[in-house]
Protein backbone atom coordinates (compact mmCIF):
# COMPACT_ATOMS: atom_id res chain seq x y z
CA UNK A 1 0.00 0.00 0.00
CA UNK A 2 0.95 3.22 -1.35
CA UNK A 3 0.48 7.13 0.06
CA UNK A 4 1.23 9.23 -2.96
CA UNK A 5 1.47 12.82 -2.22
CA UNK A 6 0.54 14.82 -5.41
CA UNK A 7 1.98 18.52 -3.90
CA UNK A 8 5.80 16.92 -3.48
CA UNK A 9 5.58 14.64 -6.21
CA UNK A 10 6.30 11.67 -3.71
CA UNK A 11 5.26 7.96 -2.88
CA UNK A 12 5.35 6.45 0.48
CA UNK A 13 4.86 2.58 1.15
CA UNK A 14 2.50 2.55 4.18
CA UNK A 15 2.00 -0.33 6.29
CA UNK A 16 1.60 -4.37 5.43
CA UNK A 17 3.38 -5.82 2.21
CA UNK A 18 0.98 -8.73 2.93
CA UNK A 19 -2.04 -9.22 0.13
CA UNK A 20 -4.61 -6.65 1.09
CA UNK A 21 -8.25 -7.98 0.79
CA UNK A 22 -10.10 -5.03 1.40
CA UNK A 23 -9.51 -1.41 2.10
CA UNK A 24 -12.13 0.99 2.78
CA UNK A 25 -12.37 5.30 4.60
CA UNK A 26 -14.12 5.74 8.06
CA UNK A 27 -17.46 8.29 7.01
CA UNK A 28 -14.90 11.48 7.41
CA UNK A 29 -12.47 10.13 5.47
CA UNK A 30 -10.16 10.20 7.93
CA UNK A 31 -9.11 6.52 8.89
CA UNK A 32 -8.14 4.16 6.48
CA UNK A 33 -9.10 0.75 7.00
CA UNK A 34 -6.75 -2.25 5.93
CA UNK A 35 -7.90 -6.08 6.50
CA UNK A 36 -5.00 -8.22 5.21
CA UNK A 37 -5.08 -11.90 3.95
CA UNK A 38 -3.78 -13.24 7.35
CA UNK A 39 -6.84 -11.59 8.74
CA UNK A 40 -5.09 -8.26 10.69
CA UNK A 41 -7.49 -5.68 10.38
CA UNK A 42 -5.50 -2.49 10.80
CA UNK A 43 -6.27 1.54 10.72
CA UNK A 44 -4.44 4.37 9.27
CA UNK A 45 -4.18 8.10 9.43
CA UNK A 46 -5.73 8.46 5.93
CA UNK A 47 -3.36 11.98 6.08
CA UNK A 48 -0.13 11.02 7.26
CA UNK A 49 -0.43 6.70 6.74
CA UNK A 50 0.47 6.32 10.61
CA UNK A 51 -0.99 3.61 12.41
CA UNK A 52 -3.68 3.75 14.67
CA UNK A 53 -4.39 0.53 15.73
CA UNK A 54 -4.09 -3.22 14.66
CA UNK A 55 -5.97 -6.37 15.45
CA UNK A 56 -6.39 -10.09 14.20
CA UNK A 57 -9.40 -10.99 13.75
CA UNK A 58 -8.60 -14.61 12.71
CA UNK A 59 -10.19 -16.13 16.20
CA UNK A 60 -13.53 -13.63 15.18
CA UNK A 61 -13.98 -14.81 10.83
CA UNK A 62 -12.72 -16.73 8.72
CA UNK A 63 -11.51 -14.21 6.10
CA UNK A 64 -10.66 -16.70 3.42
CA UNK A 65 -14.26 -18.69 3.66
CA UNK A 66 -15.99 -14.68 2.47
CA UNK A 67 -14.08 -11.82 2.39
CA UNK A 68 -15.08 -9.86 4.57
CA UNK A 69 -16.93 -5.78 4.02
CA UNK A 70 -15.60 -3.13 6.75
CA UNK A 71 -17.67 0.70 7.43
CA UNK A 72 -16.72 2.79 9.75
CA UNK A 73 -18.08 5.62 12.06
CA UNK A 74 -16.19 8.25 13.80
CA UNK A 75 -16.28 5.78 16.65
CA UNK A 76 -16.90 2.35 15.37
CA UNK A 77 -15.74 0.00 12.69
CA UNK A 78 -18.01 -2.51 11.18
CA UNK A 79 -17.11 -5.87 9.87
CA UNK A 80 -19.48 -8.34 8.17
CA UNK A 81 -19.33 -12.26 8.91
CA UNK A 82 -21.08 -13.91 5.70
CA UNK A 83 -20.78 -17.24 6.70
CA UNK A 84 -21.47 -16.94 10.28
CA UNK A 85 -25.12 -14.29 9.91
CA UNK A 86 -22.92 -11.53 11.61
CA UNK A 87 -21.76 -7.89 11.31
CA UNK A 88 -19.04 -6.97 13.89
CA UNK A 89 -18.83 -4.04 15.81
CA UNK A 90 -15.49 -3.27 17.61
CA UNK A 91 -14.42 0.43 19.13
CA UNK A 92 -12.40 2.68 16.43
CA UNK A 93 -10.26 3.40 19.07
CA UNK A 94 -8.69 0.22 19.72
CA UNK A 95 -10.69 -2.63 18.05
CA UNK A 96 -11.93 -4.10 21.04
CA UNK A 97 -15.34 -6.00 20.69
CA UNK A 98 -18.06 -4.26 21.46
CA UNK A 99 -21.12 -6.23 20.05
CA UNK A 100 -21.88 -8.76 17.55
CA UNK A 101 -25.10 -8.89 15.42
CA UNK A 102 -26.66 -12.15 14.11
CA UNK A 103 -28.55 -11.26 11.16
CA UNK A 104 -30.74 -12.74 8.56
CA UNK A 105 -29.08 -14.71 5.62
CA UNK A 106 -24.99 -13.80 4.59
CA UNK A 107 -24.25 -10.19 4.87
CA UNK A 108 -22.06 -9.39 2.36
CA UNK A 109 -21.80 -6.29 2.02
CA UNK A 110 -22.11 -3.36 4.44
CA UNK A 111 -22.61 0.79 3.89
CA UNK A 112 -23.02 3.30 7.19
CA UNK A 113 -24.99 6.10 5.90
CA UNK A 114 -28.28 8.24 7.31
CA UNK A 115 -27.22 7.27 11.24
CA UNK A 116 -26.94 9.43 13.50
CA UNK A 117 -23.57 8.50 14.71
CA UNK A 118 -23.18 10.87 18.00
CA UNK A 119 -25.90 8.08 19.04
CA UNK A 120 -25.06 4.84 17.71
CA UNK A 121 -24.60 3.03 21.15
CA UNK A 122 -27.82 2.25 20.91
CA UNK A 123 -27.87 -0.52 18.34
Not at 50 to 70: H, I, Q
Not at 81 to 93: C, D, E, I, T, Y
Not at 96 to 121: H, Y
Request: proline share 3%; aromatic share 6%.
Amino acid sequence: MFRIDPVSNTMTQVGTTIKLMRVALDEEGETLLVLDEEGTLSLYDAATGALRASRSLSGVLDAKAATPYLAASRRYVYVSNAPQGKVHMLRKQDLADKQTFSVAGEPLRLAFVGADADSEDGH
